[in-house]
């Protein structure tokens, strides 16, 4: 998760590995305040010294998604924010009753709570964005994995319901939706594979439901 305050003012992310490890020092080299997320605070806080170390800002905070208090902790650590980045997550190849719980916990309930925190304080300011990373494994269903995909084909929806709820107050909320992309965890679990020959999709968004 990665939350931003701009530098003058600036978002939330999984933010010490995969996606979100590539986000949060992109995001501060725009001389956006970054608060990051993660699990350990060893990786956190190599992380906020390779930030300083280029000139950013950041402030790492830990808390288990999996634990619905720590995450409510965790956006009330946060405070209010301008932008928000969604992306932590988890992928098991699994279908038992207890890894669904843990992909729905993680994936889905986790941005329910976290976006459900600034959301609504964005729209009384009258803007913000937010941005949930999602997956294509939402839209295409394969053998095994269908608890990951239920779970992020939940955000989808909940993003674009988001969006028809705030968006008429000038908050933007969208999501994005990768395929497999090479990170150490993929690399383990995939092997050292490449995307070749995909074709990415940008149709300029849906337009709110709701009047402006």
């Given at each position: 998760?990665?939350?931003?305050?701009?530098?003058?003012?600036?978002?939330?992310?999984g933010a010490t590995a995969g996606i979100g490890r590539a986000i949060a020092p992109q995001l501060a080299?725009?001389?956006?305040?970054?608060?990051?997320?993660?699990?350990?605070?060893?990786?956190?806080?190599?992380?906020?010294?390779?930030?300083?170390?280029?000139?950013?800002?950041?402030?790492?905070?830990?808390?288990?998604?999996?634990?619905?208090?720590?995450?409510?902790?965790?956006?009330?650590?946060?405070?209010?924010?301008?932008?928000?980045?969604?992306?932590?997550?988890?992928?098991?190849?699994?279908?038992?009753?207890?890894?669904?719980?843990?992909?729905?916990?993680?994936?889905?309930?986790?941005?329910?709570?976290?976006?459900?925190?600034?959301?609504?304080?964005?729209?009384?300011?009258?803007?913000?964005?937010?941005?949930n990373i999602t997956s294509t494994a939402a839209t295409s269903?394969?053998?095994?994995?269908?608890?990951?995909?239920?779970?992020?084909?939940?955000?989808?929806?909940?993003?674009?319901?988001?969006?028809?709820?705030?968006?008429?107050?000038?908050?933007?909320?969208?999501?994005?939706?990768?395929?497999?992309?090479?990170?150490?965890?993929?690399?383990?679990?995939?092997?050292?594979?490449?995307?070749?020959?995909?074709?990415?999709?940008?149709?300029?968004?849906?337009?709110?439901?709701?009047?402006?």
């Amino acid at each position: 998760m990665v939350e931003l305050r701009a530098a003058d003012p600036g978002g939330r992310t999984g933010a010490t590995a995969g996606i979100g490890r590539a986000i949060a020092p992109q995001l501060a080299a725009r001389r956006i305040d970054v608060i990051a997320h993660g699990r350990d605070p060893e990786r956190g806080a190599r992380l906020v010294k390779e930030i300083a170390a280029h000139g950013g800002n950041t402030r790492f905070v830990t808390a288990d998604l999996a634990n619905a208090d720590e995450v409510t902790a965790l956006a009330d650590e946060a405070g209010e924010v301008d932008s928000f980045i969604n992306n932590a997550g988890i992928y098991a190849f699994s279908s038992t009753p207890d890894s669904f719980d843990h992909h729905y916990a993680i994936n889905t309930r986790a941005p329910f709570l976290l976006v459900g925190a600034p959301a609504p304080t964005m729209a009384e300011r009258g803007h913000g964005s937010i941005v949930n990373i999602t997956s294509t494994a939402a839209t295409s269903p394969a053998p095994i994995g269908g608890a990951y995909g239920a779970s992020k084909a939940a955000v989808e929806l909940l993003t674009r319901s988001w969006a028809t709820e705030f968006g008429p107050r000038g908050v933007r909320i969208n999501g994005v939706s990768p395929g497999p992309v090479r990170t150490a965890g993929t690399t383990a679990m995939l092997g050292d594979n490449y995307i070749n020959g995909t074709v990415i999709v940008a149709d300029g968004g849906e337009p709110s439901l709701l009047p402006q």
